[in-house]
């Protein structure tokens, strides 16, 4: 006989209920924000983003949104929840200034951190609000790392970055910019002036393709041409480009070179649409501004007439072959497909890697064979006493969000090697709530677009494409969050098995069953011993219990059972998960 098999909540499978919370690298409080937008209290809603993410502004706009993979809705209903924009709405309509009334406690203590990327900077606000003395060294002339020299102002306005820098500025941050560590100061200097180094250099090395003709004039590599357009530097984009890759660089470089002045863009990409890195949304946006993406197509070489600059490009047909280790299908050439473009310039955007050239061998680093510093993922500590390191650094690229959660919580390990004393989360807790508020429509409102420019004003590199929502737009887009972080509590002291919550549930999420008919993992049998005085296997036996038991990923948190039950057995009541809390943070 098949049994249903149940479990006993514990603080982790409170937390594997909150979807969107727990697939977020830094665990962000998402329900607790789409409440308080739901209030439109966009004050609160941005102060739990800042606790949690540091840079909501930001992440509002260009997060890679891993919560909303795990949102309830989506899984359940239709769409999930605009988790990322709503994050953007709490940071366009807040009413304050953040950090403004911080009263920090100074140590002695002082830590240098090589990089003013993300990650960098969210380990230099978290060490500076724990009292550190911080000093951020930036080899570019300003901070923000791949926040300003990569991602384009179209997409992330450079004021939204200049923002969340000044607000860790404020903490007293030191940024030293236009000095590149490894020249006339190197990091052995940083390690004797400082107490402890985090390094999070990013990965500013562009992969090549490794095809012929790839160093002739015309040929620019994503990361470097996405440098050289936000750094306003001079660039000869011709009329016809053509830009190799499937991820945001790819998709960042052929948008620029449109609004830059070339005529034709072209995108190509070895595997199909299905295996692309890239955001639905973003590839929409590329589609609809022009630029043609051709699948299944790879550049095999690229092809000069004066044997200096570029003037087209040879490239062959794929075919998928079995999936390779990440899961995605091999592209395999087709033989005799091969055909030439004519282009004025191509732009290979494949990969990034980390530049290690600058760490000196003396100090005896270890680097693992892909060329990377080791470092203990947990801890982010490496193998030289007091230096630690994160972000793209130590992992090629990934993502803000990913590189954030390695500043934070390298931020507390150099924390607790400085000081001894380890900051643990405080453990959660639950408040009750009287009355669930469910709006009728829930389940009939559809998941709200954000609006975008037409694309005959997206002509300008600066101009932002998305508007973001209306405050009555986010307001209808959070009533559709399903609110995972309220759950029905049970006192089976109360329970008289009359099964009223089971008839009633629309979403059939109760189940009645004999205790034979289920099974759970050891802390279940301790629990039915507990409840019926025998040992586990003798209570089956003697097939003693009938139980209720609930399938959490199914509910909508509409509070019918809570209203149905006879006897006051169930009650509604709000999860809390507190963000590691360092002194002075108000939530
Ligand atoms: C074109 C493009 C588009 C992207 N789009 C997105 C997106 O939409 N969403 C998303 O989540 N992610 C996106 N990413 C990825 C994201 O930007 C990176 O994952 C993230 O910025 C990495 O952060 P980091 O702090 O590790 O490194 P970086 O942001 O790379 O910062 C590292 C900093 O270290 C500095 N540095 C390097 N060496 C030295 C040295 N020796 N001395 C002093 N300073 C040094 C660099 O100048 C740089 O400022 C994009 C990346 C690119 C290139």
Redesign the pocket.
């Known amino acids: 006989m098949n049994r249903f098999h149940v479990q006993v909540p514990n603080q982790r499978w409170f937390e594997e209920n909150i979807g969107c919370e727990n697939a977020c690298p830094v665990n962000t409080r998402v329900p607790q924000y789409i409440s308080a937008i739901r209030e439109e209290n966009y004050n609160l809603a941005f102060e739990l983003n800042r606790g949690d993410n540091l840079f909501p502004a930001i ?1 509002g ?4 949104h891993l919560c909303e993979e795990k949102c309830r809705r989506g899984l359940l209903l239709d769409l999930p929840i605009s988790i990322c924009s709503l994050k953007r709405a709490s940071a366009d309509f807040k009413t304050y200034t953040p950090q403004q009334d911080l009263v920090i406690k100074k140590t002695s203590k002082k830590v240098a951190i ?9 380990a230099a606000n978290d060490l500076a609000k724990l009292g550190y003395s911080i000093a951020v ?4 002339p ?11 102002a179209y ?2 306005p450079r004021d939204v970055v200049q923002q969340a820098i000044e607000e860790v500025r404020r903490l007293g941050v030191e940024m030293i910019t236009r ?5 006339e100061l190197n990091l052995e200097n940083l390690r004797r002036e400082y107490d402890a180094v985090y390094i ?5 090395k562009a992969e090549k393709l490794g095809i012929l003709g790839e160093d002739l004039q015309g040929v620019i590599h ?2 470097t041409f ?1 440098r050289l357009v936000n750094l306003k530097e001079d660039l000869k984009i011709g009329s016809r480009v053509a830009v190799v890759g499937g ?3 790819a ?3 052929a948008r620029s070179s449109l609004r830059l002045g070339a005529e034709e863009v072209f995108i190509l990409y070895r595997r199909t649409r299905e295996e692309m890195p890239v ?1 639905s949304r ?1 590839l929409e946006q590329v589609e609809e501004e022009g630029i043609k993406v051709h699948y299944l197509t790879q550049p095999i070489q690229v092809l000069s007439r004066d044997g200096i600059r570029v003037s087209g490009v040879q490239c062959i047909r794929n075919r998928l072959g079995d999936p390779e280790k990440d899961g995605r299908r091999r592209p395999i050439p087709i033989e005799g497909t091969e055909f030439e473009i004519d282009i004025d310039l191509l732009i290979p ?1 494949v990969s ?1 890697s980390p ?1 290690i050239s ?1 760490l000196p061998e003396e100090i005896g680093l270890e680097i693992s064979k892909w060329d990377r510093l080791s470092v203990n993922p947990e801890t982010f500590e490496t193998n030289v006493h007091g230096i630690f390191a ?4 130590v992992t090629g ?8 959660a ?2 934070r919580k390298a931020a507390l390990s150099i924390h607790y090697y400085l000081s001894g004393e380890k900051l643990e989360k405080k453990s959660a807790y639950f408040t009750f709530i009287p009355e669930v508020e469910i709006d009728p429509d829930l389940e009939k409102i559809t998941r709200q677009r954000i609006d975008t420019i037409p694309i005959q004003e997206r002509k300008s590199i600066d101009k932002e494409v998305e508007l973001g929502f209306a405050r009555e737009v986010a307001v209808k887009e959070a009533v559709r969050c399903l609110q995972c972080h309220i759950f029905t509590i049970f006192d089976r002291t109360k329970c008289i098995l009359c099964g009223g919550c089971v008839d009633i549930c629309p979403k059939y999420c109760f189940r009645m069953a004999r205790l034979d008919e289920i099974e759970g993992d050891e802390s279940f049998s301790r629990l039915v011993t507990s409840l019926y005085g025998v040992p586990y296997e003798e209570a089956e036996r003697l097939n003693r219990a009938t139980v209720i038991f609930k399938d959490e990923s199914r509910c909508i948190q509409c509070g019918l059972c809570v209203k149905r039950c006879p006897t006051g057995t169930i009650t509604m009541e709000e999860y809390h998960r507190e963000s590691t809390l360092y002194r002075g943070d108000k939530v």
């Open positions: 992440l706009r260009i997060c890679v090589i990089g003013a990327g993300p990650s960098g900077l969210s060294y930036e080899s570019f300003i901070p923000g790392g791949m926040l300003n020299v990569g991602i384009p997409r992330l000095t590149p560590i490894g020249k999070a250099a990013g990965a500013h994503g990361v996405m991820g945001n660089t998709m960042d470089a955001d973003e955007a990034q530049d600058f994160g972000g793209d650094f690229p990934r993502d803000v969000i990913r590189v954030i390695d500043g």
